[in-house]
């Protein structure tokens, strides 16, 4: 279903409880490349998302995800959040925004000043040793991933891994996530191309409204939502004036 501006900012204004759930296309703007956007990592295969962010895969040859990591955590350091990043940031300010739940690993969220961000696909603030399980906190973790060709723990040379959710292991938070989705009248989805389950499958514990911001093909988008086929900034600057912010 097509819908105008207004509409949303009403939608905005009237709703006591809102939340949202993003994904690449959120940071696209900021110069992170997407998944499945035209120019994202399945079809640039710069990294082929199936190799670098398979557990299997890595198990077997983590070189060639610590490539990944060496680029990603430098492209993280220089990036700054993109205005819709803000914009979110500033709804929970106000009160308005329960929470953002992202599938992005690229802390875009934190550093625009959201506070509760649950990560349903994980970090790189953080890492453990896939042997001892012995903890790295970011700093250290970059130090290691920026320096060695395969970051290994100081205690038993273990791999250690960022905690970065990989096909083939468990989501994290979706418990509170789903909840969260539950309780609310308002839900965004913004910049996410609905692929990749269970994240994907969050809007359908909406309570209220879904209204999906994505700029692009969203799969098994139910009817009943509203859509914006659009990037998510210029939408959400115009929403953020008629909002008063
Ligand atoms: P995708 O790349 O699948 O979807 C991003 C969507 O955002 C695409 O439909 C783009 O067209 C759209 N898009 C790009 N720039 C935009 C903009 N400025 N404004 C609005 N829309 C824009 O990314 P995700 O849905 O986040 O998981 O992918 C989900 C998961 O797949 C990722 O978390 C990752 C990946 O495999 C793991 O690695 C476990």
């Known amino acids: ?52 962010f398979d557990i299997d895969y890595f198990d077997r040859d983590p070189s060639y995800f610590f490539a990944f990591a060496r680029d990603f955590v430098q492209l993280v350091e220089q990036v700054q959040p993109t205005l819709t990043h803000r914009f979110l940031a500033m709804l929970e300010e106000r009160g308005k925004l329960d929470a953002v739940i992202t599938q992005n690993i690229d802390g875009l969220h934190q550093k625009a000043g959201s506070k509760r961000v649950i990560e349903v696909h994980g970090s790189v603030r953080n890492g453990h040793c896939r042997k001892c399980r012995r903890a790295y906190a970011y700093e250290e973790l970059k130090a290691k991933v920026l320096s060695q060709e395969i970051a290994r723990c100081d205690s038993c040379s273990g791999i250690v891994k960022p905690d970065i959710v990989f096909f083939g292991e468990a989501v994290q938070g979706m418990a509170e996530a789903s909840r969260v989705a539950g309780q609310t009248d308002l839900f965004f989805v913004i910049g996410s191309s609905l692929t990749v389950h269970p994240a994907a499958s969050l809007p359908e514990y909406a309570g209220g409204q879904v209204v999906v911001v994505n700029q692009g093909l969203v799969e098994s988008a139910s009817p009943e939502w509203l859509r914006i086929d659009e990037p998510a900034d210029p939408f959400f600057a115009r929403i953020a004036a008629k909002l008063g912010m």
């Open 1 to 52: 279903m097509k819908v105008d501006d207004e509409a949303v900012a009403g939608l905005i204004r009237r709703a006591g409880r809102i939340a949202v759930l993003t994904g690449a296309g959120i940071s696209t703007a900021a110069g992170i490349p997407d998944f499945r956007g035209p120019r994202g990592l399945y079809v640039t295969r710069q990294y082929d998302p199936e190799k670098t």
